[in-house]
Nanobody
């Protein structure tokens, strides 16, 4: 069993930044590709970004390219999501998820382990 815990959410103004963390315990973290997803009220869950277990290659949703950066520190069993130039439409609950595959994608159905989520609110 792999347990994931997100942190770092909060209330910020448009244009500001936040860094989310996803800390993992329970299994060998290096073997897992990690994804960040978000869900706004009344909307479906959508993929934000992911990072592969193998070479650290990354994918981003079009809405986050150039603003968000995903990274991982295997020594700390943690994945980060640096979010810059935040917009009100980024407001959502953000979840991290893990899947034991070499490479990552943004299809939530393929992920096996999920954190409890952290709220991000962007408002003036």
């Amino acid at each position: 069993q792999l347990e994931l815990v997100e942190s770092g959410g909060g209330l910020v103004q448009p244009g500001e930044s936040l860094r989310l963390s996803c800390a993992a315990t329970g299994r060998t973290f290096d073997y897992y590709s990690i994804g960040w997803f978000r869900q706004a009220p009344g909307k479906e869950r959508e993929g934000v970004s992911c990072i592969a277990a193998t070479d650290g290659s990354t994918n981003y949703a079009d809405s986050t390219k150039g603003r968000f950066t995903i990274s991982r520190d295997n020594a700390k069993n943690t994945v980060y999501l640096q979010m810059n130039s935040l917009k009100p439409e980024d407001t959502a609950v953000y979840y991290c998820a893990a899947v034991a595959t070499l490479f990552c994608n943004l299809r939530s159905i393929e992920y096996d382990y999920w954190g409890q989520g952290t709220q991000v609110t962007v408002s003036a």
